[in-house]
């Protein structure tokens, strides 16, 4: 077992730290905080005993003795005294840097924009799902297309909605994030030898970055304006289609994620007609389209004209039911389909039966479920106002989320010291390309009125330890890939 980490090699990473800004046992919590979430300070490793530590820095040995016991109760720290406590990783550190996991146990997540069930509704229709079972379980199990019965539910209210759609018209897909991969496998491989371009709002969603990251294909991002801009820019839009003529276009016109604006129907009807005139096809992603909260109208896209539309139950009713579709043209949908073989067979029926349920009675719980949410939304920006006086954040017309202008290009920094505030945060780069939007952060009003409250306190804390001490602003880590919803 290694002895005690030598106090002047642990200086030396520490390097300039001290500032006049907040109390000195603080201040060395917090950098040797920082040095173990970087990886710098390999974990189980003595610390310095409290005495050599406070002789090489020419501190108090009570300053010391104060930073290692607020290390001990952030859980940076074991629980042996001087030279014996080594360093370590919190469950909860250990948690959120751990891609795909949602927040652990005792911090409140702001990365996922999601409700929970609609309760009764939901567990009403899992409860016909399971008489309606035993009807299938003669057959293979295997529905490429998804169970006709959810198809004809979906295409139905498409029609009612004034886009005629037939059954096969829909496919079927594990959510919406799985519809997205499906389409651009078929519709964004490599032209030429060279990677297919794909234009996309910037900011956007993180997952959809990712899907086409991972397909291959190059993000052409195309900026949608920030607080007081309210609609898109589609001359900087039909120019790029214009220039560029990418392979696939994909926008959230229905409450942006993460702006929550709303596309009027002008600059819809000019976003089909131009798309369509290069060649481009259009994925317009509509998972939020039933969250609105203003009552605004809009008209979905595909009623003027070609585009490939993507639906999901994961926000309207519960994430939990992984249900969606897209809707396209009926050869679109067969080579969805041949596409989709090549990750998975089908989607589980059980799920696909309690959507159809839902699909029948799909405004019922959306009421309560709004009010909530302006409620909710209404709640945030009071909290924003009283506590972050300093964040731009103009209120949505319908969607979950804020997406807040902060005072400094602090976003990345306050996503790495926010788990130790007790909050779980997305940085802004991760809704952008390049680094951008480090001014910004999401921050979703889907908790209850009292998470909302605890949490903005929280990001308060986080701030001003960030304004307290800039430099450590330096000595930051990557913040932790957490997962986004």
Same mark, same amino acid.
């Given at each position: 077992?290694?002895? $005690? ?15 006049? $800004? ?6 060395? $919590? ?456």
């Amino acid at each position: 077992m290694p002895g $005690a980490m030598n106090p002047a090699a642990l200086a030396r990473l520490m390097g300039p730290w001290q500032s006049a $800004a907040g109390p000195a046992y603080r201040e060395l $919590a917090d950098v040797v905080r920082l040095l173990v979430l970087d990886g710098r300070l390999p974990l189980d490793t003595p610390l310095p005993s409290e005495r050599s530590l406070s002789e090489t820095l020419g501190m108090s040995r009570t300053t010391v003795t104060a930073a290692y016991a607020l290390l001990r109760e952030q859980g940076f720290l074991s629980s042996g005294q001087g030279a014996k406590g080594r360093t370590r990783l919190p469950r909860s550190a250990a948690g959120v840097a751990a891609p795909g996991m949602s927040a652990p146990d005792g911090l409140l997540d702001l990365a996922y924009a999601s409700l929970p069930a609609s309760g009764e509704v939901v567990h009403r229709a899992f409860s016909a799902a399971l008489n309606d079972l035993p009807a299938l379980l003669p057959g293979f199990g295997y529905e490429v297309l998804g169970l006709p019965v959810l198809r004809e539910a979906v295409a139905a209210r498409y029609t009612a909605a004034g886009v005629p759609t037939t059954a096969d018209q829909i496919l079927i897909t594990s959510g919406a994030q799985h519809a997205l991969n499906i389409i651009l496998r078929a519709e964004a491989g490599p032209r030429h030898g060279r990677p297919a371009k794909v234009l996309v709002e910037h900011p956007s969603y993180p997952n959809a970055l990712d899907a086409i990251a991972g397909s291959g294909a190059r993000a052409l991002p195309v900026a949608v304006g920030g607080p007081g801009q309210p609609h898109w820019d589609l001359d900087a839009v039909e120019a790029t289609l214009q220039q560029h003529r990418p392979a696939v276009a994909y926008l959230v016109p229905d409450f942006h994620n993460p702006t929550g604006k709303l596309m009027p129907d002008p600059q819809r009807r000019r976003l089909v007609r131009a798309a369509a005139a290069a060649g481009t096809v259009l994925v317009i992603d509509e998972t939020l389209r039933d969250l609105n909260l203003n009552g605004l109208d809009s008209q979905h896209v595909a009623a003027f004209g070609s585009c490939v539309s993507v639906g999901s139950l994961s926000k309207s009713h519960w994430a939990g039911l992984r249900t969606g579709w897209i809707r396209a043209g009926r050869e679109q949908i067969r080579r969805y389909a041949a596409q989709r073989t090549t990750l998975d067979l089908g989607g589980p029926l059980t799920e696909q039966l309690a959507a159809a349920h839902l699909m029948a009675h799909f405004e019922e719980p959306l009421p309560a479920r709004l009010a909530a949410l302006r409620d909710q939304r209404g709640t945030l920006q009071e909290l924003l106002a009283e506590h972050l006086p300093t964040w731009q954040a103009a209120a949505p017309d319908g969607g979950l989320t804020l997406w807040c202008r902060l005072p400094a290009p602090i976003s990345t920094a306050l996503t790495v010291i926010a788990p130790g505030f007790g909050v779980r945060l997305a940085a802004g780069p991760r809704f952008g390309v390049g680094g951008a939007f480090e001014h910004y952060v999401r921050i979703p009003y889907t908790l209850d009125p009292g998470s909302l409250e605890t949490a903005v306190r929280a990001l308060r804390s986080a701030q001003n330890r960030l304004e307290a001490a800039p430099q450590l602003r330096r000595a930051l880590p990557e913040p932790p890939r957490v997962a986004i919803a």
